[in-house]
């Protein structure tokens, strides 16, 4: 069971609302609870660089955004072998989630998922200490100046 939520701008979602812990507002998908959107989250902007990518934590979905045009950059350390999923939602506009997999130098993508609303990656048999690099690009659109997302890794 679901809520149909409308926007401003006559688009609709179903959101599967749940009474999950402090700081936790709904579930996108049956693995993804999706973090209460800060009030001060008004000036979006991408985070990280390749440089000092956003690091990610295993089951620890986080705010974030890129900013219109622009490109966020990511990495996650593999804590054990494993196959993993990364989650993207929240979104309105058109996004990239690029994966470069071991690239640091964020040059030469491996795959990656495009589209709104929902996007995942997925990794299989991954050796622990592997360091995979992530990328979130905004695609310039008439829905957005930008985008705010959440943004996860959870063991599939």
Known sequence: AGILAEADDNTRSIVT?????????????DEMLVPEIPSDSEEISSQG?????????LEDYIYSSVAEGGVSYFRFVVPYSMDLVVEMAEFTGLVDLV?????????SWHTLSSGSEYLTLEYYDL???TVIHI???????DYSSGENFVIGIRED
């Open 135 to 141: 990328a979130v690009e905004d695609i310039i659109d």
């Open 127 to 129: 050796a622990k200490d």
């Open 99 to 107: 994966d470069y997999a071991e690239d640091e130098s964020y040059q």
């Open 49 to 57: 660089s390749i440089d000092d990518p956003v690091a990610l934590v």
């Open 17 to 29: 609302l749940v009474n999950v812990e402090k700081g936790y507002s709904s579930k996108i998908s």
